[in-house]
C-alpha cells in the first residue's frame, strides 16, 4: 500500500495561497517554502525533500494567487508529516517593459546650419538598450524632406524634333526607355508614352506654337521645321536619388535602344526620315535641362555610440 500525507499541523496550511500588491508595473507574486520532513517510515528510511517550481502568468499590476504543492517522493508504506511554512515574499523584475524612448533632443545650437555642417542627436530611452548587428545600418530619418508638391520644384527639359514620319525612342536611365514613338504623336500620346518608364509616374508634354503649315492633321511630336517639346516632370520617383533632379532624357532618332538585361534592340526597326530626298532627320541627341528639379528626401542621421546604456547618440551632416 502506497503511502499517503499526514494532515499538515494545526493552524499550518498545506497549500497555502496568499495575494501581494504590485511593486513598480511588472511584480511577480511568489512564496518561498520550506519544506520539512522527519517522519520514519515502515522501512525506517527518512524522506528528503525535492525543490519545486512553480510558473505563473498574469496581468501587470494585478496580484495573483500561487498555490505551493509539496515535492517529495514517498516510498510504499510510508507515512509522511508535512508541515508547510510559506511567507510571502516580494520579487521584481528591473524595468517595465521594453525600452521607450522618452526624449530626442540636440546639443547643438539653435540656429540656420549650412550644407557640410553637423548636428548631434540624442535619444533617450527608459532603459539601458544594446546596439545589435551592423551599428552603421542604424539611422534616424529626420523629417527634413519634401513631401509632397508645394515644396517641389519640377524639372523641366526640351527637346527637338525634325522629321516627317517614322518612329525613335526617349532614354531616361539603363533599361528605361519609351521606345517605338510615331513622329507624328499628340502631347497626350507622348505624355503616356513616358509614364510607361519605371519610376515616371507623372509627367506634362507641351509642343512649340510654331506653325507648321506643312501638316493639317493636328499636333505632333517631329516636323519638316523641326518642333520643340517641353516636358514637366510632376513627379518622378526615379530621380528621388538625386533629391528630385531628373536625369536629361537620352534621344534615339534610330529606335535602336537596347534591352538592360539582354543588350539586344527592343525597338521594332523603324527610324525617323524624312519626306523628301535629302531631308535632314535632327533631334536633339540630350534633352536641355531648363529648370532643375527639386524634391529634397529626408535627412539620415548615423549612429555614432552609446551602446550598453540609456542614450545612444547621433551625427547628422546636412
Same mark, same amino acid.
Request: proline letters at 4%.
Given at each position: 500500500?502506497?503511502?499517503?500525507?499526514?494532515?499538515?499541523?494545526?493552524?499550518?496550511?498545506? @497549500?497555502?495561497?496568499?495575494?501581494?500588491?504590485?511593486?513598480?508595473?511588472?511584480?511577480?507574486?511568489?512564496?518561498?517554502?520550506?519544506?520539512?520532513?522527519?517522519?520514519?517510515?515502515?522501512?525506517?528510511?527518512?524522506?528528503?525533500?525535492?525543490? *519545486?517550481?512553480?510558473?505563473?502568468?498574469?496581468?501587470?499590476?494585478?496580484?495573483?494567487?500561487?498555490?505551493?504543492?509539496?515535492?517529495?517522493?514517498?516510498?510504499?508504506?510510508?507515512?509522511?508529516?508535512?508541515?508547510?511554512?510559506?511567507?510571502?515574499?516580494?520579487?521584481?523584475?528591473?524595468?517595465?517593459?521594453?525600452?521607450?524612448?522618452?526624449?530626442?533632443?540636440?546639443? *547643438?545650437?539653435?540656429?540656420?546650419? /549650412?550644407?557640410?555642417?553637423?548636428?548631434?542627436?540624442?535619444?533617450?530611452?527608459?532603459?539601458?538598450?544594446?546596439?545589435?548587428?551592423?551599428?552603421?545600418?542604424?539611422?534616424?530619418?529626420? /523629417?527634413?524632406?519634401?513631401?509632397?508638391?508645394?515644396?517641389?520644384?519640377?524639372?523641366?527639359?526640351?527637346?527637338?524634333?525634325?522629321?516627317? @514620319?517614322?518612329?525613335?525612342?526617349?532614354?531616361?536611365?539603363?533599361?528605361? @526607355?519609351?521606345?517605338?514613338?510615331?513622329?507624328?504623336?499628340?502631347?497626350?500620346?507622348?505624355?503616356?508614352?513616358?509614364?510607361?518608364?519605371?519610376?515616371?509616374?507623372?509627367?506634362?508634354?507641351?509642343?512649340?506654337?510654331?506653325?507648321?503649315?506643312?501638316?493639317?492633321?493636328?499636333?505632333?511630336?517631329?516636323? @519638316?521645321?523641326?518642333?520643340?517639346?517641353?516636358?514637366?516632370?510632376?513627379?518622378?520617383?526615379?530621380?528621388?536619388?538625386?533629391d528630385g533632379d531628373v536625369p536629361e532624357l537620352q534621344f534615339d532618332v534610330t529606335n535602336a535602344v537596347l534591352d538592360g538585361r539582354t543588350f539586344l534592340e527592343?525597338?521594332?526597326?523603324?527610324?525617323?526620315?524624312?519626306?523628301?530626298?535629302?531631308?535632314?532627320?535632327?533631334?536633339?541627341?540630350?534633352?536641355?535641362?531648363?529648370?532643375?528639379?527639386?524634391?529634397?528626401?529626408?535627412?539620415?542621421?548615423?549612429?555614432?555610440?552609446?551602446?550598453?546604456?540609456?542614450?545612444?547618440?547621433?551625427?547628422?551632416? *546636412?
Open positions: 500500500m502506497r503511502g499517503s500525507p499526514a494532515a499538515p499541523a494545526a493552524g499550518v496550511p498545506a @497549500s497555502p495561497s496568499r495575494r501581494c500588491g504590485p511593486l513598480l508595473r511588472l511584480l511577480v507574486c511568489a512564496w518561498l517554502a520550506t519544506a520539512a520532513a522527519q517522519t520514519e517510515t515502515a522501512a525506517g528510511s527518512t524522506l528528503i525533500p525535492r525543490a *519545486s517550481s512553480v510558473q505563473v502568468a498574469g496581468p501587470v499590476d494585478e496580484a495573483i494567487a500561487i498555490e505551493l504543492r509539496a515535492s517529495l517522493q514517498i516510498p510504499d508504506g510510508g507515512v509522511a508529516q508535512l508541515p508547510v511554512i510559506a511567507a510571502p515574499a516580494r520579487v521584481a523584475v528591473d524595468g517595465d517593459g521594453a525600452p521607450r524612448v522618452t526624449r530626442v533632443w540636440s546639443a *547643438s545650437a539653435d540656429g540656420v546650419y /549650412n550644407a557640410g555642417q553637423g548636428l548631434s542627436i540624442s535619444v533617450e530611452f527608459t532603459s539601458a538598450v544594446e546596439v545589435v548587428g551592423d551599428a552603421s545600418a542604424l539611422k534616424l530619418v529626420l /523629417n527634413t524632406g519634401c513631401d509632397d508638391d508645394a515644396c517641389a520644384t519640377f524639372e523641366e527639359q526640351t527637346i527637338t524634333c525634325k522629321a516627317d @514620319s517614322g518612329k525613335f525612342a526617349l532614354t531616361l536611365y539603363d533599361g528605361g @526607355s519609351a521606345r517605338n514613338i510615331d513622329a507624328h504623336i499628340d502631347q497626350e500620346g507622348l505624355k503616356s508614352a513616358l509614364e510607361t518608364i519605371d519610376g515616371v509616374e507623372n509627367v506634362t508634354v507641351y509642343y512649340d506654337d510654331a506653325d507648321d503649315r506643312d501638316y493639317s492633321g493636328g499636333r505632333r511630336a517631329c516636323t @519638316s521645321v523641326g518642333n520643340e517639346i517641353t516636358i514637366a516632370f510632376e513627379r518622378c520617383s526615379y530621380a528621388d536619388a538625386f527592343v525597338g521594332d526597326g523603324t527610324y525617323l526620315e524624312g519626306r523628301l530626298p535629302g531631308s535632314v532627320v535632327y533631334a536633339t541627341p540630350t534633352a536641355t535641362e531648363v529648370t532643375k528639379g527639386i524634391r529634397r528626401q529626408n535627412g539620415r542621421a548615423v549612429y555614432v555610440g552609446g551602446n550598453g546604456t540609456a542614450t545612444l547618440e547621433f551625427a547628422y551632416r *546636412s
